[in-house]
């Protein structure tokens, strides 16, 4: 990036700049959201939430088998055309060598009619495949429709001060909402759809399913050390902290040490690509801290963890109070202080993680409050060879319904 492209921070207060680099530069942090090609300029068509089944398993299940019947008939009929057109190949070769050892006439009044079969059946299997890839792709979309609605209407009919709640597959997260997480330093690119949206006690909020790739965390631990020994130096606070290049990418592919951990712990540490940032369900409300920033992280043995961290204290010794497994960074610890009631406190160490939710964090600035949970495979994966149990969603609809229950909260105070 040239120099007369770069924004720094000290050149600009932290609000300004955000609506500066998300208004004018179209470039955030090195994420330039105009140029993926993932992005659907299409405007998403949002539909209320369906009723909640009683059981999401059997009622996906279900769906899930009509799918899966109509899928392998398509496949079937593909394969006999395939088929055919083999055995017919091989029949013409056969003719052709038999009656050319014979040296018969036969042979040309027996091979001309299989090869015309065999450029027919050739000319149907083609136009048969474009016709079920566009079927196919339809019934993938109504499926994946189907279950967006099922999902979204279990995890948020339950919670009580919610309404007007719609879901849209094709609908993008927000780039804004995700930048003032002030969690991630340099975000690469950024991928979503499945997106809820609606109205809690009054405040809009929206949920995504989002992934987020950026440089390896390892890129930044530099940077990060330097701001944990900043943050703790007596008499030093977030403003008289010195700012860095906000643009700033160190190459790098590092990750997590795996030492010490166990054999699960390791596999899913293993299994997780260092560039991914985020990959879970983004939610968003429009609730807003009255100048500070909290983030607090709930960490296992993969976590990308924050990476933004320039300006912002660490605190462990607050992270501590909520559990061993914590991250603190925040604009000032008695704002944290003020945040983490007892109430909050005890939602957010009921978010456990576990082999559905595999970490998680909340960001509250002045831009807004976020959770960021990190799911497994059961929640975010279009299920086809088979449906996850009931228990696994329950994991899930737990953690959102304690996200919620820490938006009650500070809907309160804030």
Known sequence: MSDKNEIR?????????????????????????????????????????????????????????????????????????????????????????????????????????????????????????????????????????????????????????????????SAKVKDADLINTHYWSVINTVDSRNRVVGKFEGKDFSETEVIVECPPYSSFAKDIEEAKATSAAAGIVPSEMEPSYWYKKVEGDGGHSSAGLSKTEQKRAASRVPTIGAFGKFISV??????????????????????????????????????????????S???ARRVLSASVIENLQLV?????????????????????????????ELPFNSTPADSKFGVYFSAVKRCFAVVDDLNKRF
Do not use: C
């Open 352 to 380: 456990q993680t576990n082999d559905v939710v595999i970490d998680w964090f909340l960001s509250f600035t002045p831009h807004g409050l976020s959770f960021m949970l990190n799911l497994s495979d059961d929640v975010m």
């Open 9 to 169: 921070a000290s050149d600009i207060a932290p609000a300004e700049w955000y609506r500066k680099a998300a208004e004018e530069k179209d470039v955030i942090q090195g994420y330039n959201p105009k140029s993926s090609n993932s992005r659907d300029d299409a405007k998403p068509v949002f539909r209320p939430i369906p009723a909640a089944p009683v059981s999401l398993h059997d009622t996906v299940e279900t769906e899930r088998k009509k799918f899966h019947q109509s899928y392998r008939k398509i496949k079937l009929i593909n394969y006999v055309i395939i088929g055919l057109i083999i055995v017919f190949v091989v029949a013409t070769i056969a003719v052709s060598l038999v009656s050319n050892a014979q040296k018969a006439p036969w042979g040309n009044y027996v091979i001309w009619p299989l090869f015309a079969i065999t450029v027919m059946l050739f000319v149907v299997s083609i136009v048969f495949s474009s016709v079920n890839r566009k079927r196919s792709n339809l019934k993938v979309a109504d499926y994946l429709d189907t279950w967006t609605g099922l999902l979204s209407s279990s995890a948020y009919s339950p919670i009580e001060g919610m309404s007007d709640v719609a879901y849209s597959v």
């Open 286 to 331: 429009d609730l807003s801290s009255d100048g500070d920033t909290l983030i607090v992280v709930r960490k296992s043995a993969e976590t990308y963890q924050p990476t933004h961290v320039t300006g912002l204290i660490y605190a462990p010794e607050i992270a501590e109070q909520i559990g061993e497994d914590f991250l603190v960074w925040t604009s």
């Open 333 to 335: 610890r008695e704002f």
